[in-house]
């Protein structure tokens, strides 16, 4: 059962630029994590903000959640060409085990 | 050097075998999860176990097999009655549900 939605499938920027990555959801969450994955690679956490949290920052990474919206976004400032990688949004319900969505994939282009 | 191993990293089988793959983790967490990922998706959970000697099914459980019998590792089978099991598999251990999971290397099968 698919909870968190990625949007857009797919983003091309300019090393240096901003990525932007938007994730929503549907029923109500306890926290809602970034993960990262290389190609051929296994999945990377990159950070996890509560549902009491609205904002939460990781060197380049900041996240924001918006439970009233029902999203969250994840933010790369100044982009590197080793950013370029799928990311997935995961949702976790009360008690229960993450949900992934199907990702976003981000090229980098140096 | 605290992690969570899969083996082997690619495993090519023939139609019919039944195949297992294996999952250790050092990191003395209680759950621990298999993952099936084909080409352009997400994750879709097999099974899942968040204790020694429990497991239940995942959103895509048939023709799988996990065993639990160590808090270290949980094996799956990929039987014959799966009727696609060409994919990329993860598995990936937590202290418990809901916080972050890390993630093994992957196994790639390829039947044919």
Known sequence: SQQ???????LSIQEGENATMNCSYK??????????Q???????HLILIRSNEREKHSGRL???????????????????????ASYFCATAEANSKLTFGKGITLSVRP | DGGITQSPKY?????????????????????????R????????????SQIVNDFQKGDIAEGYSVSREKKESFPLTVTSAQK????????????AHGYEQYFGPGTRLTVT
């Open chain 1, 4 to 10: 968190g939605e990625e949007d857009p499938q797919a």
């Open chain 1, 27 to 36: 029923t109500s969450i306890n926290n809602l994590q970034w993960y990262r």
């Open chain 1, 38 to 44: 290389n190609s051929g690679r296994g999945l990377v």
């Open chain 1, 62 to 84: 900041r996240v924001t959640l918006d439970t009233s919206k029902k999203s969250s976004s994840l933010l790369i400032t100044a982009s590197r060409a080793a950013d370029t």
């Open chain 2, 11 to 35: 495993l090519f089988r023939k139609e019919g075998q039944n195949v297992t793959l294996s999952c250790e983790q050092n990191l003395n967490h209680d759950a621990m999860y298999w993952y």
């Open chain 2, 37 to 48: 990922q084909d080409p352009g998706q997400g994750l879709r959970l097999i099974y899942y």
């Open chain 2, 84 to 95: 696609n099991p060409t994919a990329f598999y993860l598995c990936a251990s937590s202290f």
